[in-house]
Structures are given as C-alpha cells and as structure tokens.
C-alpha cells in the first residue's frame, strides 16, 4: 500500500523544413510554392524542380497526416472505457477477537510516518518471511478471481477470509479509517481504490494491494491483473511497470543510495514515452505500516543508503499520460486527471549483503 508524499503536457518538436525559405505555415497550409522556390535556368527545369519538391512535400505532409492521425486514434481506443464511477461500498468486515490487530485499529486518524528505520535480525526476519510469504499467496489467489462481471467487493471478502483464515489481520482495513482489507484500483485509479458493487468489464486492468499483519509483521505487495480482452497498449504499460520494478530490485544492496531506484525506473518509463507518478512513494514496513525509509520511484537526489537486514517497498505506478491525479471526496481513491490508465506494482525486498531478496515473490 503506497505511502503519499506530503510535500505539462510534452512538447511536440518538428523537425525544421529542409526546403531553404519555405516556412511551417506555407507547408503545413498548403499555400502555393512558387514564390518560394529558386531560380532555375529555363522553364523545363524549373517546372521539373517545382514538381519533385512539391511530390516531397506531399509526401511529408500526408506522413504527418497519418502520425497524427493514428495518434489520436490510439488516444481514443485508450479513452474508449468509461470513466470509473463509484459503485456501493458495503459495511466492514468484522475481525475475530483472537486475531492479533495493529495499534492503529479502532482509530480514524492517519498514524504519521514512523521514523524508526525497519532493521530486523534473525528472528524478525523469518517473522517478515512469513508475513511476505501468506501477502504473496493471497494476491495470487486473489489474482485467480479477475474476470469480467466479478465485482471488487466479492475480492475484497475473499481475501478477507483467507487472511483470517491464516490467523492473520488485513492491514489496510481501519488504517486511517480505510473501510476495505484490500485496496482494487481499476484502469485510471492510481492507487487506493475502495472495493465496491463495480463490475469488473472486458478490458479492464486492476491493481490489488494486499498487506497482511501477521504476528506484528506487516507484508505489503501488489500487481496489476487483465481482465478479459485488454488493448495492446494498455498490456504494454502494465508489462513496462512489472519490469521497472524488477529492474529497480535488481541494484538494491547494502551500502546502495536509495535516489539508485528512482534513477533507474525513470530511465526505462522515459523510454517508453510514460509518466512515473511522484506523489506515491514506496517506505519501509515491518513492525510498522509505513515507515522511513521514503522511497521515491521518479529521479530525485534524496540522501542515504541502503543497510543489511532492513526491508522497504518499492511500488511504482507509470502511467499513460499525466501524473497529475485528482481523489475523490472518500480521501483515497486517486485518478489519473486526463483519465488515461495507471499501472502498479510492489514488492517488500530485504536488503542483504550482495543484493535484494524478494520477500513477496508471486
């Protein structure tokens, strides 16, 4: 579950017209050439160079013609879905009294980013392990569920069930006042999402968020799913968003700076024209929720290293377009503000020696 950072559109840019004196706006019009073209000797070969650069011309603008063409095409196959709407939010599910629960349980109010740095030994690690271990099961399960016409409240119960079941406590439910055990953030929803009455459609993609409590250890992860028949492009979002965080696992060790993780997803969204959300972050968990370190996933110079034995998120969300957001007013569900999709996924890692091991593996 991601923590919020408290703290333009991309410019086109055409090449320059190569035909010397000829502006954008005589060729982009479609005015007469012939006041711009150079003096040639003798009528024929004028008009034989009047034609060859007017045939290039053509053929550059009608390219462009079809690039833009096309673009808008995609943006509106893209755009095609309806916007999410907010169905029904059903009561609380309710917890046993011998499941073990977080201090937060029974209040309202957000707990403030802990400052306690999440450094285990033996014991608390084999205590994540098996924390990381039963989050990665039920996101598989609850992965297992993703079809058209289910709704996100039957998810949300569902893994409700099996966290009990595992005598576990699901963490998002009551943090803050969160009314859900697991957060379902659909095509545009960034993250947070409240399970509700929606059903899923073909060609949806969700997000979902899955952190158990399990003898006062937090396992936190989350992975986007298809739902039916999802467009190339869309697939394509959700595949480059799963490899920017395994990219990012991947140079994490001990006595690595944090600011590593956001230079190297930045690195491989830009390259493939993507947005990477700023205003989530990534953070420690272990006997806390949330806590330091922040691990922000966009190009940042935020000071510090990583220590053996510590665990945190990484989480990034790329998205289609903007990485402005808007939230609802239930002060959780956040939107991509140009309605294009958001993708997500997370992982809790501890930091070893040598590298990064994946303590939520799916």
């Not at 991947?250 to 600011?259: E, L, M, T, V």
Request: aromatic share 6%; proline share 5%.
């Amino acid at each position: 579950m991601a923590a919020k950072l408290l703290a333009g559109t991309p410019r086109l840019s055409l090449p320059p017209c190569t035909v010397r004196f000829i502006s954008e706006k005589a060729f982009l019009g479609g005015d007469s050439l012939i006041g711009f073209l150079p003096a040639a000797p003798g009528q024929v070969a004028n008009e034989r160079f009047n034609n060859i650069i007017s045939r290039r011309l053509s053929g550059l603008e009608e390219a462009l013609r079809i690039k833009r063409l096309r673009e808008l095409q995609d943006n509106t196959k893209s755009r095609k879905r309806q916007p999410l709407r907010r169905g029904k939010v059903s009561g609380r599910l309710p917890v046993p009294d011998h499941i073990l629960k977080p201090p937060y349980v029974g209040s309202n109010k957000l707990p403030e980013l802990s400052s306690e740095y999440q450094i285990h030994d033996d014991e608390g690690i084999a205590e994540m392990r098996a924390a990381c271990e039963l989050s990665a099961r039920v996101l598989d399960f609850a992965g297992t569920m993703v079809r058209p016409s289910i709704t996100t409240d039957e998810i949300d119960k569902a893994v409700h069930n099996m966290i009990i079941d595992a005598g576990a406590y699901p963490s998002p439910l009551g943090y803050g006042g969160f009314p859900k055990s697991v957060c379902t953030s659909v095509n545009e929803c960034m993250c947070h999402g409240i399970p509700d009455s929606r059903q899923l459609q073909d060609g949806d993609i969700i997000n979902i968020d899955v952190t158990v409590y399990l003898n006062g250890y937090h396992g936190d992860t989350s992975k986007t799913f298809l739902c039916g028949e999802v467009d190339e492009r869309t697939k394509k979002l959700v595949k480059v968003t799963e490899e920017c965080l395994e990219r990012a696992i991947s140079i994490c060790k001990d006595s690595a700076a944090f600011k590593k993780i956001g230079k190297r997803i930045s690195e491989i969204a830009e390259k493939h024209g993507y947005g990477v959300v700023e205003k989530f972050v990534g953070h420690g968990v272990g006997n806390v929720f949330h806590s330091e370190p922040i691990i922000m996933h966009h190009r940042n110079d935020k000071s510090g290293f990583m220590v053996e034995g510590q665990t945190f998120t990484i989480e990034p969300i790329l998205t289609m377009g903007t990485i402005g957001c808007v939230t609802w007013n239930d002060g959780w569900t956040t939107l991509t503000a140009d309605g294009l999709p958001a993708a997500q996924f997370e992982h809790t890692i501890l930091i070893t020696k040598t590298g990064a091991e994946i303590l939520t593996k799916y």
